[in-house]
Nanobody, 116 residues
């Protein structure tokens, strides 16, 4: 079963940086949108940022100016990144990679913890 796989999470102090990566376990054809969502304890899953196949980006207001989403294309396989700078304790959550093609594909999630 094709599934995005996240990496790069962990524990960081407030003000620090992390870079998340996501690659599908095998090639997914005709991906139109790739994005990052997050879910904090007791809260709903929310969009952090996404990017279309044409390069248009969308960011949650809470991360604008601090996070950057990007895609690397290598041998027609996309790797999605999320560069997170100036991290705050409220960024603590499980981060999920999402890819939209004919179907929606979700990663299993990766923990990001920001200590104060």
């Amino acid at each position: 079963q094709v599934q995005p796989v996240e990496s790069g999470g962990g524990l960081v102090q407030a003000g620090g940086s992390l870079r998340l990566s996501c690659a599908a376990s095998s090639r997914i054809y005709s991906v139109s949108v790739m994005g990052w969502y997050r879910q904090a304890p007791g809260k709903q899953r929310e969009l952090v940022a996404d990017i279309t196949s044409g390069g248009r980006t969308t960011y949650a207001d809470s991360v604008k100016g601090r996070f950057t989403i990007s895609i690397s294309r290598d041998n027609a396989k996309n790797t999605l990144y999320l560069q997170m700078n100036s991290l705050k304790p409220e960024d603590t959550a499980v981060y999920y990679c999402h890819m939209r093609a004919l179907y929606d594909y979700w990663g299993q999630g990766i923990q990001v913890t920001v200590s104060s």
